[in-house]
């Protein structure tokens, strides 16, 4: 634990030292640079004379942008209110008390701003309203928009948003954009209209997965632990389940009423937290890609299983509290309160969780068997998704790829590093197995366009709680026309814009 505090500190005191002097001077391109070492005083110098040959690195990718000065041209970002899940796109001012990572994402405008002669604007109205508006009017006002996933997939099937392939500066195939997101959100005919990856950290903290209290535990004689399981592909459903209602019968400390405000659960979780984990944990997708055409494949017979199964646990076995709602506060007060032994959350809850007494781990959800590649650990489609509006000119669709690649490189560079390695893994989470768990998370991300679509969400959700026990196959059968429709305006917006496929 020294080492890791010793780490986190070290790497805290590198970014203080660089980010007051990134804002007074044009941010140099990194170079590598070789130690100079003496033959006569350094061990390691084999080859004195310099004769072997030597193997060197790839460069490291940077951004290949041109040197621009807009003369304080306004860039205005249009975005929907912060709220505490959200992630901080901006931040007006610092002060003393302000987190390293408000800091790094202040710098970061500060720094673009100084090298493009630009001033950055951010205006929080409702954009799906805004955008709608302004593109029919014809106007060319806002330069980025920054909302809920659902509503930006929602206009780019009306035709509302600019394709990033026409982004002269923006290179999706770099390291900062999301290569799953390209893969999953372009269209059949090559458009791609919602950019993803670091340009914002909630890209790894939306992702869904299980806190558990460690000691809750280590306390009942026969549970090993979870971080064993996950190591050695076994963190299953099975496994999960077993946990759940082993602990049930160890918990305390409740009033009885089965109450999630007052009484303790094995397990807490919601609407979209676990059941949508759940379904994603068996390594399906609500729609998928497949011999050149998307499929909705929600009903299988593994998702129809792991319905049941999780129905089994949450509704009837008495040990999960259960709410029906978007607003997970309660099972994060339950969880913080100590009266459950997990929650279902997102990476980003543990900022919450360092509050509490709790000494908690984090895990990947369990997936459906041992047979499942990875952990997959789906993406919220409530997160923000990345646009430009369609209505821009040639001329600002340069000075707005200039700006969006500055933007994903630096959080590459800074910001995702500093909430990755500082804030979740050393500042939130607690010990070496959480760590070792989160970079599961981060590299089994999924985005399940369906998800995006907003295609037959609610049918995973009810099959989990339907008091008469429909199946996914008996629910999606009732809304299937209208899921073909919503995936239709999808598939057909190629056409809708005058693109063939593959074009």
């Not at 500055?406 to 959480?434: C, H, N, R, W």
């Not at 209208?482 to 496929?501: C, F, I, M, T, Y």
């Amino acid at each position: 634990m020294k080492k890791l505090l010793l780490r986190a500190l070290l790497l805290v005191l590198a970014l203080l030292m660089v980010i007051p002097f990134a804002g007074c001077q044009e941010t140099p391109k990194p170079q590598e640079t070789n130690p100079v070492t003496d033959p006569a005083t350094d061990p390691t110098d084999t080859d004195p004379a310099g004769t072997a040959p030597t193997e060197t690195e790839p460069a490291e990718k940077i951004p290949d942008l041109p040197a621009r000065n807009y003369n304080n041209e306004e860039f205005i970002i249009l975005t929907r209110a912060q709220i505490e899940h959200l992630e901080t796109l901006w931040v007006k001012e610092i002060t003393d008390k302000s987190s390293s990572l408000h800091r790094a994402i202040y710098q970061r405008l500060k720094n673009i701003g100084y090298q493009y002669g630009i001033l950055f604007d951010v205006r929080i109205e409702d954009p799906s309203y805004v955008v709608s508006t302004n593109v029919k009017a014809g106007q060319d006002i806002f330069d980025l928009v920054s909302d809920h996933g659902n509503k930006q997939f929602s206009n780019a099937i009306n035709g509302y948003y600019y394709d990033w392939n026409d982004l002269p500066y923006v290179d999706l195939e770099a390291d900062w954009w999301s290569r799953e997101a390209v893969r999953e959100f372009t269209t059949m005919g090559g458009k791609f209209f919602t950019g993803f990856g670091d340009i914002g950290y909630m890209s790894v903290g939306s992702a869904g997965c299980l806190f558990f209290d460690r000691d809750r535990i280590k306390d009942v004689i026969g549970l090993e632990s979870p971080y064993a399981l996950v190591d050695n592909n076994q963190w299953t459903f099975e496994a999960f389940e077993e946990y759940v209602l082993t602990l049930d019968s160890n918990m305390d400390g409740g009033d009885g009423t089965g109450k999630l405000e007052t009484d303790t659960f094995a397990y807490v979780t919601g609407n979209y937290l676990g059941t949508s984990h759940y379904f994603h944990a068996t390594g399906a997708r609500i729609v998928s890609r497949k011999n050149g055409d998307w499929k909705i494949t929600v009903d299988t017979d593994n998702t129809n299983t792991a319905a049941m199964e999780m129905r089994d646990l949450v509704v009837r076995s008495g040990a999960v509290g259960f709410i029906s709602a978007f607003d997970y506060s309660p099972t994060r007060d339950a969880f913080m309160q100590g009266r459950a032994a997990f929650v279902s959350a997102l990476a980003n809850d543990a900022i919450f969780f360092a509050d509490s007494d709790i000494r908690y781990g984090i895990l990947p959800f369990p997936k459906f068997t041992s047979r499942v590649k990875g952990y997959p650990s789906i993406v919220s489609a409530g997160t923000s998704i990345y646009t430009v509006m369609r209505n821009i000119s040639a001329e600002n669709a340069e000075r707005i790829s200039i700006v969006l690649e500055e933007m994903a490189y630096d959080g590459y560079k800074t910001i995702m590093p500093l909430y990755f390695d500082v804030v979740l893994s050393y500042q939130v989470l607690q010990d070496e197995d959480s760590l070792r768990m989160l970079h599961i998370i981060r590299d089994n991300l999924v985005l399940d366009i369906g998800a995006f679509l907003g295609i037959a969400g609610n049918v995973i959700i009810d099959a989990v709680v339907s008091t008469e026990g429909s199946s996914i196959a008996q629910l999606y059968g009732e809304i299937e026309s209208a899921a073909q429709e919503k995936l239709a305006a999808w598939r057909d917006l190629d056409v809708a814009l005058g693109v063939s496929e593959g074009s």
